[in-house]
């Protein structure tokens, strides 16, 4: 927005006022509280402009650092070139190599085994009563009547 002029909010106050009929005098007590509280709010509020400004300015510059550092985290990383890459021994290779080791002679310690788990048998969920309501008591007492 733009800024206000200092007796710029006091015209148009003045202006309006003479269209009601009522005279604003610069010389009245009335007329020059007027003027100076006018005169006052003016310059608060060329000055909340600025400083509305410069906040608007400061957080749309944290705002970009902030993307950045999302973008920075989140973004896929980039392939690694193949030099920095060590082969994998495959699983058929690691298979070749225990089978020439215990061709060789050589003893690797017996794998231990897992023991077995205990099973636990489950518990059944406990099997509600049926009772019987007023209705079919007084149904089955009719018909034993009958």
């Not at 906040?55 to 980039?78: F, Q, S, V, Y």
């Not at 058929?92 to 020439?100: F, L, M």
């Amino acid at each position: 927005m733009k800024k206000l002029k200092k007796n710029d909010l006091f015209k148009h106050i003045d202006k309006f006022l003479k269209e009601k009929g009522i005279e604003l005098r610069d010389t009245a007590p009335l007329g020059s509280r007027i003027k100076t509280g006018c005169t006052i709010l003016t310059d608060t509020i060329n000055n909340a402009q600025s400083t509305i400004g410069k906040a608007r300015d400061n957080m749309d510059e944290h705002l970009d650092k902030m993307r950045g550092i999302i973008h920075e985290k989140t973004a896929p990383k980039a392939p690694k070139t193949p030099e920095a890459k060590k082969p994998k021994k495959s699983r058929v290779k690691k298979k070749k190599a225990a089978k020439s080791k215990k061709a060789s002679g050589e003893s690797n310690p017996p794998a231990k085994k897992k023991a077995p788990k205990k099973s636990v048998p489950k518990k059944a969920a406990p099997v509600k009563k049926k009772t019987a309501t007023k209705r079919k008591q007084a149904k089955k007492s009719s018909s034993n009547k009958r």
